[in-house]
């Protein structure tokens, strides 16, 4: 906000108070005195603010995006003035300043937001034991005291525990900043059902450390300067320019003006390939593994001495299971891969026109694009997590890996095939520079049994069974659910069966800045505070930066920090404070920021960051050594970011797999076999102990409940269904996941519309910026129409993580995704978001677009 003084002379004028003008203008608010409060001042007092000098500080922008960008905040007497970005030193292509995009450059609107909770509240109409338990999500709030507020959260917490039992308490932790620090009450306190799962990950979380022996973030992504020396590059839903922060398109930009073919395979022709792409391939979504097996197909059936499409030293050597000839110790002969691609023993040859009946892509390109990439070498191929994020997706992740091994793009200079996502984007290999460790070791959980699936929870809690491994489902009988951050109700799958689950339970409480849905739906609800009010963070960037983010302002109103709730709950059960905090906020940032190491130029090693003396020490307050390291304690503090240089072919270029192509004997993966495994009789088995579904060790393609198979009631006579409409759910621009979508000035930037090919709107009679109700058997939604041909025919696109929001006709008035996706749990703990089938009607009413909406103020 650059002509912010401008508008402050122009409120002088008309003598309205600063905290009702900064509010209507989306300017900054004051920050007041010991209150603590955002409080009313005059044009006078504003000026004299203006007038002082201020500080910039590096503010965090805490949010699950995988940008992890530098943000600053110019605070003055307590009031922060504006904002910006990197500007740390010279911008530059090899060495680039982590520029924040408009979610991060918007972060204050969030943290000073008119919607942020202020006070502690009950549901009117909450009593013990619940209550009117129907009104919850549409109850009024009563402002209590945190004395009030945490006394209940404790007798009705010690009720339900001695009533029924620790396996009735759903301790739900998120991904908003911190969220851990409830789980210690919890555990001293006898124990807590446990969430586990995939949100966001799928297939990939799990499936990629049997595979390959990579965990899920690190995947097979060589470094950004590596990608220079592709001369193909795919990026297979994938679209850096919306979901991946910081700079995975600057990366991208430069490989095409190095000349790199780029081709982008999606069902949306999407703003990256709008800017990067030579050539777009549309594919429907969830039948990636088809059109995988085609590719596999046509690379075996047309590879030749004349014309070498597969790279077949590197499958001979490093793999196992492509071929009978090469299967795992034990492994019947027959379930090789190779023979399964060919039809040799289920009549079935996935060829290109098999696969085009399903994934929508023509069988001649099918056909070209596999001579290309088996052709041209070396290629780099990065998916999207979306890919995977599918019932039984866990043969994406094997396609994906075999047919890379089969054209050899693993282990060399300018290959790889990998996902690409959050904080790696373009960029793989281990840190440059990384934290020091938090010195806070975290309590186990006493109770081990049971623990929900996030596909499964709200079913288990509506009829009390759960899934535990193969056999019989297991009962459990949960009473209480808090949430300790997160969206959980809003981000996991079949958000209406989990209103109906809020709806059972006798107690809901929820840990929150803002009244996303799960507070909404809650009986009890804290205000914490953002991490602009707490001491501090310190978190890594891509694997060049490491950022300090420091304390902005004083807590808003009445917001606690959520340590300060788990011991005051703790005191109440009998709990010693210092068994949940053992240490201090300053001391758990002063060991992050001491322990930091940074690579040695010649990269044989690591050295201490940060110079640390015996002033410091005690001018901090903590326990610590000095130390010499490369730049000084108020040098970070300043900057709040230390970013290691780098240039092209420089020592820190980063290949994955080298040395395991070199000599995979002596450089084995912590695999069962040491080799990649096409046949991976680990995964299956894992995918079957999980109880939902059998396990393959190979890429045989299941459709999934809801895939695009099941929008015909007749597949064979291709005769639609009910449902005839692929829904696909991305990552948009307005928010990350969940968390930014209440932000006025995103909402007005970036509209949250249903994406609709030409055909299909012509076919309905719709018209742009309809009005239109997207339903299913699981629920339905309200969005207005943006008509494109950017989407593919059958397909209807729409940006994830809008609030729910009912009204009176129990259609979500807020687009949430999730009203629209069924909990189809399958092994090892997916979640089915991206396969959802729907059917699209025109809707007769209004629907304001939702930056006009009045946010959710309350008290």
């Not at 009024?140 to 620790?166: F, H």
């Not at 022996?213 to 001369?231: E, S, T, V």
């Not at 077949?312 to 002969?333: I, K, Y």
């Not at 009203?819 to 749990?825: C, V």
């Amino acid at each position: 906000m650059n002509n912010f003084i401008d508008k402050v002379k122009s409120f002088k004028m008309n003598r309205r108070s600063f905290l009702k003008w900064s509010a209507a203008t989306s300017a900054a608010l004051m920050v007041t005195g010991y209150e603590s409060e955002l409080s009313e001042v005059s044009a006078a007092e504003a000026d004299s603010i203006l007038s002082k000098k201020g500080e910039w500080v590096s503010a965090a922008c805490w949010h699950n995006c995988g940008g992890r960008c530098l943000n600053k905040a110019y605070v003055v007497d307590g009031v922060v003035i504006r904002q910006k970005t990197d500007d740390t030193h010279p911008d530059s292509i090899d060495f680039p300043q982590q520029r924040a995009c408009a979610r991060g450059r918007s972060q204050r609107k969030q943290v000073f937001g008119a919607d942020r909770l202020k006070y502690p509240m009950k549901r009117k109409h909450w009593a013990p034991g619940g209550g009117q338990k129907e009104l919850r999500g549409k109850d009024q709030w009563v402002r209590i005291s945190w004395n009030e507020a945490l006394d209940i959260v404790s007798s009705e917490t010690t009720r339900i525990k001695e009533s029924y039992g620790n396996q009735s308490i759903y301790l739900v932790h998120g991904a908003d900043g911190r969220s851990g620090e409830m789980r210690a009450p919890f555990a001293l306190y006898g124990g807590y059902v446990e969430k586990y799962g995939s949100r966001s990950r799928g297939a990939w979380a799990r499936a990629m450390q049997p595979i390959m022996g990579i965990h899920q973030k690190q995947h097979a992504l060589n470094d950004r300067m590596d990608i220079l020396n592709a001369k193909l590059i795919v990026l297979w839903g994938n679209n850096p320019a919306w979901n991946s922060g910081s700079y995975a398109m600057n990366n991208l930009l430069r490989a095409k003006e190095a000349g790199i073919k780029i081709i982008s395979i999606d069902p949306f022709y999407n703003t990256t390939a709008s800017v990067l792409a030579d050539e777009f391939i549309p594919i429907r979504p969830a039948t990636d593994t088809p059109m995988l097996l085609a590719i596999a197909y046509v690379l075996i059936t047309e590879d030749s001495p004349e014309k070498p499409l597969i790279d077949w030293d590197f499958l001979n050597r490093c793999t196992v299971g492509f071929d009978s000839e090469h299967m795992p110790q034990g492994a019947d002969p027959k379930e090789n891969f190779k023979d399964y691609v060919l039809g040799t023993y289920d009549n079935q040859p996935k060829t290109p026109e098999w696969a085009s009946e399903i994934c929508g892509t023509p069988a001649d390109k099918i056909r070209s694009f596999a001579n290309e990439l088996g052709s041209t070498k070396p290629a780099t191929v990065l998916f999207g997590w979306n890919s995977a994020r599918i019932e039984k997706g866990q043969h994406v992740c094997l396609a994906q890996t075999t047919v890379g091994a089969m054209t050899g793009n693993m282990g060399i200079a300018g290959g790889c095939f990998s996902c690409s996502a959050q904080e790696p984007s373009t960029n793989g290999g281990p840190a440059l520079v990384r934290a020091g460790s938090t010195g806070v070791s975290e309590l186990e959980n006493p109770l081990k049994q049971p623990k929900l699936s996030s596909a499964e929870h709200w079913d288990a809690i509506l009829t009390g069974k759960y899934t535990d491994g193969v056999g019989a489902k297991k009962d459990i009988d949960v009473r209480m659910i808090y949430h300790s951050h997160s969206s959980t109700l809003n981000q996991t799958n079949n958000a209406n069966k989990g209103i109906k689950a809020h709806r059972k339970v006798e107690f809901v409480v929820t840990n929150q800045y803002v009244l996303n849905p799960n507070a909404a739906y809650s009986d009890i609800v804290l205000p914490i505070t953002t991490m602009w009010e707490r001491f501090g963070n310190v978190t890594a960037g891509n694997r060049e930066t490491l950022i300090w983010a420091r304390k902005v302002i004083e807590p808003l109103f009445e917001s606690k920090d959520d340590y300060w709730i788990a011991k005051e709950l703790g005191k109440r059960w009998g709990i010693d404070s210092l068994q949940i905090q053992h240490i201090s906020d300053e001391q758990i940032i002063f060991n992050q920021i001491a322990g930091a190491q940074v690579i040695k130029p010649d990269n044989s090693g690591y050295e201490p960051l940060v110079t640390i003396t015996d002033d410091d020490i005690k001018a901090w307050g903590v326990e610590g050594k000095p130390q010499i390291g490369r730049i000084t304690l108020d040098e970070f503090k300043e900057k709040g970011i230390y970013q290691v240089e780098r240039k092209k072919d420089d020592k820190f270029v980063y290949i994955h797999n080298k040395k395991f192509r070199e000599n995979p004997e002596e450089n084995p993966l912590s695999t069962k076999s040491g080799k990649i495994e096409i046949h991976c009789q680990e995964l299956a088995d894992m995918v079957t102990k999980a109880g939902w579904n059998k396990g393959n060790p190979i890429a045989i393609y299941e459709p999934a409940t809801h895939g695009y198979e099941a929008t015909f009631k007749n597949w064979n006579k291709k005769i639609k269904g009910r449902y005839p409409l692929q829904l696909c759910s991305i990552h948009g621009q307005r928010q990350t996941h969940s968390v930014m979508g209440n932000v006025p000035w995103l909402r007005e930037a970036f509209p949250y519309e249903l994406y609709m090919n030409t055909i299909d709107a012509k076919a309905r009679g719709f018209s742009e910026q309809d009005v239109v109700r997207v339903f299913n058997e699981h629920g339905s939604l309200l969005r207005r129409l943006h008509i494109t041909e950017r989407v593919m025919p059958g397909v209807v696109l729409l940006p994830q993580g809008s609030w729910i929001e009912i009204d009176d006709n129990g259609n979500c008035r807020g687009g949430s995704a999730n009203m629209l996706t069924g909990d189809y749990p399958s092994g090892p703990d997916i979640e089915s978001f991206q396969a959802c089938i729907v059917d699209v009607e025109k809707y007769n009413k209004e629907l304001e677009p939702d930056h006009k909406w009045k946010q959710r103020i309350v008290l």
